[in-house]
């Protein structure tokens, strides 16, 4: 899936900064990502667990999962925003809920 470096907007980038995760994970997920279970109508969502293994706001965490949500629109990915969370043990593709 192709997203181009400015449908970067800049809340999203504000978001982004703020929840932790990078580009190269928006660019992971989108890619290499399953589908999201709490997309709202209108709206696609992908999911991807990286390992982390690393401090976020004091704690360690062994994993990040991140999900981006998003639009098609004109044939483009419009990325409406990216959340992570950190933890350990997220269900990852394949896994049984």
Same mark, same amino acid.
């Given at each position: 899936?192709?997203?181009?470096?400015?449908?970067?907007?800049?809340?999203?980038?504000?978001?982004?900064?703020?929840? @932790?995760?990078?580009? #190269? !994970?928006? +660019?992971? %997920?989108?890619?290499?990502?399953?589908?999201?279970?709490?997309?709202?109508?209108?709206?696609?969502?992908?999911?991807?667990?990286?390992?982390?293994?690393?401090?976020?706001? @004091?704690?360690?965490? #062994? !994993?990040? +999962?991140? %999900?981006?949500?998003?639009?098609?629109?004109?044939?483009?990915?419009?990325?409406?925003?990216?959340?992570?969370?950190?933890?350990?043990?997220?269900?990852?593709?394949?896994?049984?809920?």
């Amino acid at each position: 899936m192709k997203n181009k470096q400015n449908n970067y907007h800049k809340h999203l980038i504000e978001r982004m900064m703020q929840r @932790g995760i990078a580009r #190269e !994970e928006i +660019e992971t %997920t989108l890619n290499k990502g399953w589908a999201a279970i709490d997309t709202k109508p209108g709206a696609l969502g992908k999911s991807m667990v990286f390992l982390y293994n690393a401090d976020w706001e @004091g704690k360690q965490f #062994e !994993e990040k +999962e991140v %999900t981006v949500y998003y639009k098609i629109k004109n044939e483009r990915v419009v990325i409406l925003t990216a959340i992570a969370r950190y933890g350990s043990n997220f269900p990852k593709k394949g896994d049984v809920k």
